[in-house]
């Protein structure tokens, strides 16, 4: 099967550059080698889809596609979080979903995310209006960019239409035609599969006559075809050819090579029905594919003029047992065994080579080995197994970060960011993002009312709405949003949801009463590092509130802008609101030494990871600063490792993508992180209410 081989045949010869050996692959199906035919298939195969975003953003990433609408890399990344940020999921419109039978609803539809967008086109970031909340375009190239899109998922619509009904070959042809000039680019670099896909559609619609067909039907009578069309393309182009084993090619040749002769593979096989009479009345000068490939073995050592090599796996990918080769292979070497001799061993032993898993292994390239390589490429990396490696330290040691504090300004924002999660914030600095980028694209809607991360910024522009007028309806608002399954178990998600909401905003509203609340503009000279940032003051008071459980991340956000306020000559008092508990933050007499220390926290750990995690140092401090008896350090780091292993109804921290990146290797300096940790927490929780 050469389409097995040809990934890998690619990989090794494709990728050598100008010293490279000239190949051609050849018996290649049009409809996996052609990245055009692939597409019309798809495109083809789009009326048994339901609209999902994840399907149709597929397609838009396509290249003719791409190219046929003049989308660049950021125009295309840009209308995929358009897709993500709309809540679209899948169908059309309400109507799609109602003739396919399958709901009667128009949330998360193409129809809605793409109203939301163009509400935002009109009116920017502004409140609903009929139900629908706008999302705010950059400016008026997105403006161009949302038109290009919104045309082509009209052709998309037209295309599903179209797909749905039976017609006539006249009325196929037609339809076929037209994909080919709605969804692809005139570009002569894919005339000549373009033109095989006209050829093909004319011809099949020629010969079905008058049957009349459904999608499905000429889906797989168009990829038959596309397939037999694919002729002898590539062979004997250039330099090596990479080919199937077919009959009729007995032509002599200096060098032949059979690949994958492997005991099940070759000879094939005869698999007949169980309705094939002839399989079971066989008589001679009945076919036998078993009897084919006998033929065109023996046809291919007789075409060999210099050298014939034959290769199998030899040892099994499952438990590296030895593996048979093909029985053609056995037979042939002991018919050789049997009459001939190599240097007075038998031919079996002297010709038979057991080749490395590696093509850099040193055999290949040493004196006097029986395998060998010309491969340049190869053999600088065998080189490089012997060459004295210096290992490099990626991040610079501790007693260097000493040194670090160069001049630089930092905003407060900055600062908490890096406190909340280090590690995170540093691989972020660096580029590196361990978790794998975005997620996929949901194809079904919301089920559940959202939690965790995906629910973090909606609510927490609740609770600001909430905040900010009282009277707000923001079970209105939470739907426009399509975060919420649809229909009445939507509607009573959004009352729980938002009487969560409206009652941590009547206690935010206890302690801060209704006057709006004031900036304080802050720039801080802290030895050589400037802190600048905004606090917002209500009276003589900070105040923050998120609508979940008091976290390290709130504690700390709290108290890096009480220690600014304080250190800026303020006397106030902050609380952050959770939906546990509250948390005050105690009087900071020393801040400004307390923000230097945190400063050079930071300056550490954009250099190289600091041992501070979220939820483990936490639980360090609380069991070492809190309670009746506080803990001594031994103890209250046995509390901290079993955050960070994981046991009874706790999640191991060390699980955390941007942990488990930087301390996959080993483990972290206890020692450190207790220091770490009582240095930040030690006058948060030592006089904390």
Request: proline fraction near 6%.
């Amino acid at each position: 099967d050469i389409e097995r081989y040809a990934p890998v045949i690619q990989a090794v010869f494709g990728t050598t550059g100008e010293d490279g050996i000239p190949f051609s692959i050849s018996d290649r199906k049009p409809t996996k080698a052609a990245e055009t035919i692939r597409l019309f298939l798809e495109l083809l195969e789009f009326g048994q889809h339901r609209f999902e975003a994840s399907h149709v953003c597929a397609l838009l990433e396509a290249p003719p596609v791409r190219q046929r609408l003049g989308l660049d890399a950021s125009d295309t990344q840009r209308v995929l979080e358009w897709v993500r940020a709309s809540g679209v999921r899948w169908g059309l419109n309400l109507d799609f979903r109602r003739k396919a039978g399958l709901g009667d609803f128009g949330q998360n539809t193409w129809e809605s995310g793409l109203s939301r967008l163009y509400l935002g086109y009109m009116t920017g970031a502004a409140e609903p209006l009929g139900g629908i909340a706008p999302l705010a375009l950059r400016g008026s190239a997105e403006q161009e960019l949302l038109g290009r899109v919104t045309a082509w998922i009209d052709e998309l619509a037209a295309l599903w239409s179209r797909l749905r009904d039976t017609r006539t070959p006249d009325d196929w042809q037609d339809c076929l035609l037209w994909v080919l000039d709605a969804f692809f680019p005139q570009d002569p670099a894919q005339a000549e599969h373009l033109l095989a896909i006209r050829k093909a559609v004319t011809e099949l619609t020629r010969d079905m006559g008058d049957f009349e067909a459904d999608a499905r039907t000429m889906l797989y009578l168009i990829r038959k075809r596309l397939d037999e069309s694919g002729g002898e393309s590539g062979f004997l182009a250039s330099g090596l050819t990479f080919c199937g084993l077919k009959p009729m090619r007995s032509i002599p040749f200096r060098v032949i090579c059979l690949t994958g002769l492997t005991s099940t593979a070759f000879p094939r096989q005869d698999t007949p029905p169980g309705f094939d009479l002839m399989a079971a009345r066989p008589r001679p000068g009945d076919r036998s594919l078993r009897e084919d490939d006998r033929y065109l073995f023996l046809e291919s050592i007789i075409s060999a003029r210099d050298s014939l090599i034959l290769t199998y796996p030899g040892l099994s990918q499952s438990d590296n047992l030895e593996a048979p080769p093909s029985v053609l292979v056995s037979e042939l070497l002991d018919f050789l065994d049997r009459g001939c001799t190599v240097d007075g061993r038998k031919p079996s032993e002297a010709i038979v080579f057991k080749h490395k898993l590696q093509a850099f292994h040193p055999d290949y390239f040493s004196a006097g080995s029986p395998i060998f390589s010309y491969s340049a490429q190869n053999r600088d990396a065998a080189q490089a197994l012997f060459a004295e490696h210096q290992s490099r330290q990626f991040f610079p040691e501790a007693s260097t970060l000493e040194d670090a504090l160069a001049e630089q300004e930092i905003e407060i924002e900055e600062l908490t960011r890096f406190l909340a999660h280090p590690c995170r914030h540093l691989l972020r600095a660096l580029r590196i993002d361990p978790t794998g980028g975005e997620d996929d694209f949901l194809d079904e809607e919301p089920l559940a009312a959202p939690t965790g991360l995906e629910a973090y910024g909606p609510l927490q522009d609740l609770l600001r709405t909430a905040l900010d007028e009282p009277a707000a309806n923001l079970e209105g608002l939470l739907l426009a949003w399509q975060l919420l399954p649809p229909g009445q178990a939507g509607t009573d998600a959004s009352r729980k949801l938002c009487a969560q909401i409206r009652l941590l905003a009547d206690q935010a509203r206890a302690v801060i009463g209704d006057e709006k609340a004031a900036r304080l503009d802050l720039t801080l000279s802290l030895g050589r590092i400037t802190l600048t940032g905004r606090v917002d003051l209500h009276g003589d008071s900070i105040v923050t509130c998120r609508p979940a459980k008091t976290k390290s991340s709130d504690m700390l956000r709290l108290w890096v802008r009480h220690l600014a306020a304080s250190a800026a000559g303020h006397a106030i008092q902050s609380m952050h609101i959770g939906t546990d508990d509250c948390f005050t933050a105690p009087e900071a007499p020393d801040a400004r030494n307390l923000l230097e220390g945190l400063l050079r926290l930071y300056t550490q750990g954009m250099r190289a990871p600091i041992p501070l995690f979220p939820r483990a140092s936490l639980a360090f401090a609380e069991a070492r600063f809190k309670g009746r008896k506080p803990k001594e350090r031994p103890e209250a780091l046995q509390q901290a490792i079993r955050h960070w292993e994981g046991g009874y109804m706790v999640s191991p921290e060390r699980d955390d993508p941007h942990l488990a990146f930087l301390f996959r290797d080993a483990e972290p300096d206890w020692e450190r992180f207790a220091d770490v940790a009582e240095e930040i927490y030690a006058p948060i929780l030592g006089g904390a209410e």
